[in-house]
């Protein structure tokens, strides 16, 4: 897969193509903090995966004896306020936190995709149109924007999903609608144009494998900012529901009970920097190697 | 022979400001005219040169033939249709016949396909799936002799005459019946622009194409085609049979293109009409004839009074109101 992430535009990243895949794992390889990103989300995908099966209590069975407790060998991070084992709560939060990351980042990339490459190759008044969208959803600020959401639909796991989702479209559409306007006029879609191809047939097939490398490292690196506005919208009691564990809810319950007992803080606050560290990690030494070009702004 | 390609008064604009800017600035025209007022015949089986500078509107006249640029006034008519009007749907079909090949051979294939994807993706555009997509690849890369090995690689894996020749048997891919080859040989060295253009010739033989070759290589033009036209600023300024434009240029403009390709003998005397200036900005077309400007011989009558087309010799027409009256020295 990595092999197909470089981008043409760029005639380094043309010149890393010819090495091939092997060329390109071994740069992969020579990058400590890169290495370190790659262990790091592999280590966090595979908890999440295997939560039911690492947990070693369900996510939400108390243990009324053991109210806020240190850690112990049977509570290996301790217990929280109604006796639940932070551990398990940690690692199936994990599977929420990644699993709006997964949908998010996918539906938002899916549509940023389209909306841009029409955006770019369609009419004047129709890139006109989508880029003062584009713009004025950008505008808003995220989380006073969620606020009001949340107000008015009630806090739930969709409805964050459709927040994150629809301020992260037009960071997406924006850079493929660069992309596809300097490769609109380039000879190649003239060609097709010329040979009959139509609108959808050039997007998908002439333009789409030209923009989406970049973009793939685009979303490695944004995992993390939805991880952590779910974590915060949690925090703050307009995200997922209780009893649903998440990050943002432990950290928000070791906040109301700092007094008694560190460690919910520190079991809510590490998994979220280490999730944190390693997708920004990856993501830059994927976008070191593949387009040096791509700086995000 | 019937005419294949009937081109009849064409006018090409491109608008050079949105339609507020002009509105505050107060320019009347915000367009500039990239062909202007063009009329050729084509009949099947010729080759037709188009010859001119860079900006002389030679490349946009190809495009708006296969409506790749919208033409504003006159009329295509390709086999009897006119192609004008059509919407892209309706264009589809005439595009099978009328293929392009263009300027770049690498850029112009699609980066991300093998050769055997960019030669087959005709056929997947035009629905005929029920081909030997594989069959038909192998038939196409052999007329421009290529074979199989090529199937697998990518555009920039390809040498510009390999990028080239794939580029014609992507052109030849729907059988058509005529093929607007826009600078065929550009960025090739002379030895892979002699393969080309041998292959082109010996696929007209074969196949009985019709092209439209667009260039600023004269002896190109010279080698391959039966007619020529010399275009500047978006008109036609001559036009005849290759021999004879070359052996007696009427118009100055003709004349000072042929004098200033390289002549390999030393020992040769020739009459030289050096330009000077530049071409004009085509926002600001000059009054009268267009060349005036940069003529030795333009005269008053040259800065008000647009020359018509006036018949020189059967089939030779020149756009000048003193066309070159004395034989040049070196008529051959």
């Given at each position: 897969?990595?092999?197909?992430?470089?981008?043409?535009?760029?005639?380094?990243?043309a010149?890393?193509?010819?090495?091939?895949?092997?060329?390109?794992?071994?740069?992969?390889?020579?990058?400590?903090?890169?290495?370190?990103?790659?262990?790091?989300?592999?280590?966090?995908?595979?908890?999440?995966?295997?939560a039911?099966?690492?947990?070693?209590?369900?996510?939400?069975?108390?243990?009324?004896?053991?109210?806020?407790?240190?850690?112990?060998?049977?509570?290996?991070?301790?217990?929280?306020?109604?006796?639940?084992?932070?551990?398990?709560?940690?690692?199936?939060?994990?599977?929420?936190?990644?699993?709006?990351?997964?949908?998010?980042?996918?539906?938002?990339?899916?549509?940023?995709?389209?909306?841009?490459?029409?955006?770019?190759y369609?009419?004047?008044?129709?890139?006109?149109?989508?880029?003062?969208?584009?713009?004025?959803?950008?505008?808003?600020?995220?989380?006073?924007?969620?606020?009001?959401?949340?107000t008015?639909?009630?806090?739930?796991?969709?409805?964050?999903e459709?927040?994150?989702?629809?301020?992260?479209?037009?960071?997406?559409?924006?850079?493929?609608?660069?992309?596809?306007?300097?490769?609109?006029?380039?000879?190649?879609?003239l060609?097709?144009?010329?040979?009959?191809?139509?609108?959808?047939?050039?997007?998908?097939?002439?333009?789409?494998?030209?923009?989406?490398?970049?973009?793939?490292?685009?979303?490695?690196?944004?995992?993390?900012?939805?991880?952590?506005?779910?974590?915060?919208?949690?925090?703050?009691?307009?995200?997922?529901?209780?009893?649903?564990?998440?990050?943002?809810?432990?950290l928000?319950?070791?906040?109301?009970?700092?007094?008694?007992?560190?460690?919910?803080?520190i079991?809510?606050?590490?998994?979220?920097?280490?999730?944190?560290?390693?997708?920004?990690?990856?993501?830059?030494?994927?976008?070191?190697?593949f387009?040096?070009?791509?700086?995000?702004? | 022979?019937?005419?294949?390609?009937?081109?009849?008064?064409?006018?090409?604009?491109?608008?050079?400001?949105?339609?507020?800017?002009?509105?505050?600035?107060?320019?009347?025209?915000?367009?500039?005219?990239?062909?202007?007022?063009?009329?050729?015949a084509?009949?099947?089986?010729?080759?037709?040169?188009?010859?001119?500078?860079?900006?002389?509107?030679?490349?946009?006249?190809?495009?708006?033939?296969?409506?790749?640029?919208?033409?504003?006034?006159?009329?295509?008519?390709?086999?009897?249709?006119?192609?004008?009007?059509?919407?892209?749907?309706?264009?589809?079909?005439?595009?099978?016949?009328?293929?392009?090949?263009?300027?770049?051979?690498?850029?112009?294939l699609?980066?991300?396909?093998?050769?055997?994807?960019?030669?087959?993706?005709?056929?997947?555009?035009?629905?005929?799936?029920?081909?030997?997509?594989?069959?038909?690849?192998?038939?196409?890369?052999?007329?421009?002799?290529?074979?199989?090995?090529?199937?697998?690689?990518?555009?920039?894996?390809?040498?510009?005459?390999?990028?080239?020749?794939?580029?014609?048997?992507?052109?030849?891919?729907?059988?058509?019946?005529?093929?607007?080859a826009?600078?065929?040989?550009?960025?090739?060295?002379?030895?892979?622009?002699?393969?080309?253009?041998?292959l082109?010739?010996?696929?007209?033989?074969?196949?009985?194409?019709?092209?439209?070759?667009?260039?600023?290589?004269?002896?190109?033009?010279?080698?391959?085609?039966?007619?020529?036209?010399?275009m500047?600023?978006?008109?036609?300024?001559?036009?005849?049979?290759?021999?004879?434009?070359?052996?007696?240029?009427?118009?100055?403009?003709?004349?000072?293109?042929?004098?200033?390709?390289?002549?390999?003998?030393?020992?040769?005397?020739?009459?030289?009409?050096?330009?000077?200036?530049?071409?004009?900005?085509?926002a600001?077309?000059?009054?009268?004839?267009?060349?005036?400007?940069?003529?030795?011989?333009?005269?008053?009558?040259?800065?008000?009074?647009?020359?018509?087309?006036?018949?020189?010799?059967?089939?030779?027409?020149?756009?000048?109101?003193?066309?070159?009256?004395?034989?040049?020295?070196?008529?051959?």
């Amino acid at each position: 897969m990595p092999a197909q992430l470089s981008d043409t535009l760029t005639t380094p990243a043309a010149a890393l193509r010819r090495e091939g895949f092997l060329g390109q794992a071994q740069r992969f390889s020579r990058d400590p903090l890169g290495m370190l990103g790659l262990i790091l989300v592999t280590l966090i995908i595979l908890a999440a995966i295997f939560a039911d099966i690492l947990a070693p209590y369900g996510p939400a069975a108390i243990d009324v004896k053991a109210r806020l407790a240190a850690p112990t060998f049977e509570h290996p991070l301790g217990t929280d306020q109604l006796g639940r084992d932070v551990l398990s709560r940690v690692l199936y939060g994990g599977r929420i936190a990644l699993e709006v990351a997964l949908v998010c980042i996918s539906v938002s990339l899916g549509l940023g995709l389209v909306l841009g490459m029409l955006a770019g190759y369609g009419p004047r008044w129709l890139d006109n149109a989508l880029i003062l969208i584009f713009d004025a959803v950008r505008s808003f600020p995220v989380i006073m924007f969620a606020l009001a959401v949340v107000t008015l639909v009630g806090p739930s796991l969709e409805t964050i999903e459709l927040i994150i989702i629809v301020t992260s479209i037009p960071g997406y559409a924006r850079i493929v609608r660069t992309q596809t306007l300097s490769l609109k006029n380039n000879e190649f879609i003239l060609a097709e144009r010329s040979l009959g191809a139509g609108i959808w047939r050039v997007l998908s097939v002439h333009i789409m494998p030209n923009v989406i490398g970049p973009l793939l490292i685009l979303a490695s690196m944004d995992v993390p900012v939805v991880v952590t506005i779910e974590a915060g919208l949690s925090f703050l009691g307009l995200g997922v529901r209780p009893p649903t564990p998440s990050w943002g809810s432990i950290l928000n319950d070791g906040y109301a009970f700092i007094r008694n007992t560190p460690w919910l803080v520190i079991a809510g606050g590490v998994p979220l920097i280490l999730t944190t560290l390693g997708f920004t990690f990856l993501g830059e030494a994927l976008r070191d190697i593949f387009d040096p070009k791509l700086r995000k702004g | 022979m019937a005419e294949l390609l009937t081109v009849q008064d064409l006018v090409v604009r491109f608008r050079t400001m949105g339609l507020f800017k002009a509105l505050v600035r107060g320019v009347r025209d915000p367009f500039i005219d990239a062909v202007l007022g063009v009329s050729f015949a084509m009949k099947s089986g010729e080759t037709f040169g188009l010859v001119g500078e860079s900006g002389s509107g030679k490349t946009t006249l190809g495009r708006a033939i296969n409506g790749l640029v919208t033409a504003q006034a006159g009329s295509i008519r390709f086999d009897g249709q006119e192609v004008l009007d059509l919407g892209e749907k309706a264009l589809k079909p005439i595009r099978r016949d009328v293929a392009m090949m263009f300027q770049d051979p690498v850029a112009s294939l699609s980066p991300r396909l093998t050769v055997r994807s960019l030669l087959t993706e005709p056929f997947r555009i035009h629905g005929l799936h029920d081909r030997d997509l594989n069959g038909e690849a192998r038939r196409l890369l052999g007329l421009v002799g290529l074979n199989e090995s090529f199937f697998g690689r990518y555009p920039h894996e390809l040498s510009g005459g390999q990028a080239r020749r794939v580029g014609v048997a992507r052109a030849l891919s729907l059988s058509p019946k005529l093929i607007i080859a826009d600078e065929p040989t550009a960025g090739l060295d002379v030895s892979v622009q002699g393969e080309v253009l041998n292959l082109m010739a010996r696929l007209q033989r074969e196949l009985g194409l019709t092209y439209l070759v667009i260039t600023h290589n004269l002896p190109v033009i010279r080698h391959i085609s039966d007619r020529i036209a010399i275009m500047y600023l978006g008109r036609f300024v001559e036009t005849g049979p290759t021999g004879t434009v070359f052996r007696r240029p009427y118009h100055p403009y003709t004349k000072a293109l042929i004098a200033a390709v390289p002549e390999p003998d030393p020992d040769r005397r020739r009459e030289i009409i050096k330009l000077t200036g530049e071409v004009p900005s085509l926002a600001k077309r000059p009054k009268g004839c267009e060349f005036h400007t940069r003529c030795p011989f333009a005269q008053v009558k040259c800065r008000t009074e647009t020359p018509q087309p006036q018949q020189m010799a059967d089939g030779h027409w020149v756009r000048c109101h003193f066309p070159l009256a004395a034989p040049t020295a070196d008529a051959a």
